[in-house]
């Protein structure tokens, strides 16, 4: 059993003020710190430790750092022949950052599968701060001019950090996340982080590493100071996204 306690964080405490992730519980899995708050300057120190928050309504801002982690680098994302078909056949378009606040909330919408939704209006405040500030990003599927699907994420250095993601069309969010598997291949991304483990991501191609080897990832590929500066300024044809 862990002997590890929940640190308290003050919202006056300095944005870096986490403690060590190594100090997180194994059961709950991962919970390090409770508190703080949700500036820009703590989501982007929580981000480079490795660090993220997820919380309900009702409960305290809690910060997770789950040992396992789930990610994806290069050359790890598959794609099904039945999606590589429909990416042929697609007329539907990949766009970046042009829905942000739209993206977010349909990942907010309630789910048959869940009840309630971690992504509060704080949540959604903080994040949409973070995109106007040019380091959280939304990849969106558009189709037939529509919003189809998508995801969200914050993007520091060489390193995505997924947060959430939606489908309104069979296969949405597997495209979105296909554009940023592409973005690894090329070496624009080194490493996508998907935070916690689901039958989904791995089946994609998806791999389950230490909490200790994705800190180093992050050391070599989460520079603190460089924005991502590779999104396209027009859409991309989903069927453009194929490499071979």
């Known amino acids: 059993m862990s002997k590890n306690r929940v640190v308290w964080l003050s919202a ?3 944005p870096d003020s986490f403690p060590s992730v190594s100090t997180a519980l194994q059961e709950p899995d991962g919970l390090l710190a409770a508190g703080g708050d949700l500036s820009a300057e703590r989501l982007l120190c929580a981000y480079q430790r490795g660090i993220f928050p997820w919380y309900d309504d009702g409960q305290p801002l809690l910060w997770w750092s789950p040992d396992p982690r789930c990610v994806f680098m290069p050359g790890d994302y598959r794609v099904a022949r039945r999606l590589r078909q429909q990416l042929r056949r697609s007329s539907a378009k990949i766009r970046v950052n042009t829905a942000f606040s739209e993206v977010i909330r349909a990942c907010a919408a309630p789910r048959r599968s869940e ?3 971690w992504i509060t209006s704080d949540m959604m405040t903080a994040y949409e701060n973070l995109h106007a500030e040019g380091w959280a990003h939304s990849i969106e599927l558009w189709q037939s001019g529509k919003l189809a699907g998508g995801l969200y994420g914050v993007a520091i250095g060489k390193t ?4 959430s993601m939606f ?3 069979p296969n949405a969010s597997k495209l979105a996340l296909l554009y940023l598997a ?3 291949t090329a070496g624009d991304l080194q490493l996508l982080d998907c935070q916690l483990v689901s039958s989904h991501l ?4 998806a791999q389950i590493i230490p909490r200790s080897e994705f800190l180093d990832s992050l050391a070599t590929a989460c520079d603190p100071f460089e924005k991502v500066r590779t999104w396209p300024g027009s859409p991309l044809a989903c069927s453009e996204m194929l490499c071979d």
């Open 167 to 169: 489908s309104t069309v």
């Open 12 to 14: 006056d405490d300095p």
């Open 115 to 117: 009840q309630g939704t």
């Open 202 to 205: 791995l089946s994609l191609g």
């Open 182 to 184: 592409n973005l690894l």
């Open 160 to 163: 995505f950090f997924g947060e």
